[in-house]
């Protein structure tokens, strides 16, 4: 999973898969579900993010996997 965010958009994108969208439901105003061609979620767009989402900290709690960390 990839959580990546576009200031120049205030968009934040959250990356579930490696697998290609192919179809895109907004659920919300600026709160787009992208999907793979089986219909499994693969993806979240969120417009606006800044005001919708708390951007300042990012707390992982508990995850079986490897945590990495990219700076911009």
């Given at each position: ?61 508990k995850l ?9």
């Amino acid at each position: 999973m990839k959580l990546n965010y576009y200031p120049e958009t205030d968009s934040l994108y959250i990356d579930l898969s490696e697998k290609a969208s192919v179809e895109t439901r907004e659920i919300s105003e600026g709160v787009q579900l992208d999907y793979d061609a089986s219909g499994t979620l693969v993806g979240i767009d969120i417009d606006n993010a800044s005001s919708k989402v708390q951007l300042k900290e990012l707390i992982l709690s508990k995850l079986p996997g490897t945590v990495r960390t990219v700076a911009a």
